[in-house]
């Protein structure tokens, strides 16, 4: 039973341009969304988060939208760069209640940037 | 300085086996966690400690016992090991946002 899906298993896209990297969860108890960066042989890393009071937050080349009512988020890269190429998983958690940072994956997106 | 370290990196060991996975955190976080990543990919929390105390169980085969000695640490023992314990290990640990977590390069598992 996926709460969380990243239905797009890889993505490729020329440096320069736009990565967008999609994200779809069921349960509207979420309020706090948050997307990581791993690269082979490492742990995730904390890239940029959103909660649901907000639609969009801005992070340099990163910009996390939110779409409450369809259950949707997306992480655009711009201008994507080669050093991006990574495993992008979304995450969510309930964060106003009693979770505990118990975050719910989803199983990651490939990104790769040619150069 | 690693912020986020677990020994070992690798572990190959038979089914039957015990064997103990260590976790440390060196930015001074209440909480860590213990991922396991499947052959699917996902990540999917195992448990949480909150300033040493057990907050958060997931659904986990009673051979997994995490172990907290101090706020730094969160050893995670396994007993027993079957052929579907193979996967990656992470620790993670976070501060006052509990969301924001930060993770150790993960300790890959293989049960022959």
């Known amino acids: 039973d996926q709460q969380v899906k990243q239905n797009s298993p890889s993505l490729s896209v020329q440096e320069g341009r736009i990565s967008i990297l999609n994200c779809d969860y069921t349960n509207s108890m979420f309020d706090y969304f948050l997307w990581y960066k791993k690269y082979p042989a490492e742990g995730p890393t904390f890239l940029i988060s959103i909660s649901s009071i907000k639609d969009k937050n801005e992070d340099g080349r990163f910009t996390v939208f939110l779409n409450k009512s369809a259950k949707h988020l997306s992480l655009h890269i711009v201008p994507s760069q080669p050093g991006d190429s990574a495993v992008y998983f979304c995450a969510v958690a309930n964060a106003g209640g009693t979770s505990y940072g118990k975050l719910t994956f989803g199983q990651g997106t490939i990104l790769t940037v040619h150069p | 300085d690693t912020a986020v370290s677990q020994t070992p990196k690798y572990l190959v060991t038979q089914m039957g086996n015990d064997k103990s996975i260590k976790c440390e955190q060196n930015?001074?976080?209440?909480?860590m966690y213990w991922y396991k990543q499947d052959s699917k990919k996902f990540l999917k929390i195992m448990f949480s400690?909150?300033?040493?105390?057990?907050?958060i169980n997931e659904t986990v085969p009673n051979r997994f016992s995490p172990k907290s000695p101090d706020k730094a640490h969160l050893n995670l023992h396994i007993n027993s090991l079957e052929l579907g314990d193979s996967a990656v290990y992470f620790c993670a640990s976070s501060g006052p946002t509990k969301e924001t977590q930060y993770f150790g390069p993960g300790t890959r598992l293989l049960v022959l």
């Open positions: 930015l001074g976080h209440d909480t």
């Open positions: 400690y909150n300033n040493k105390e057990l907050i």
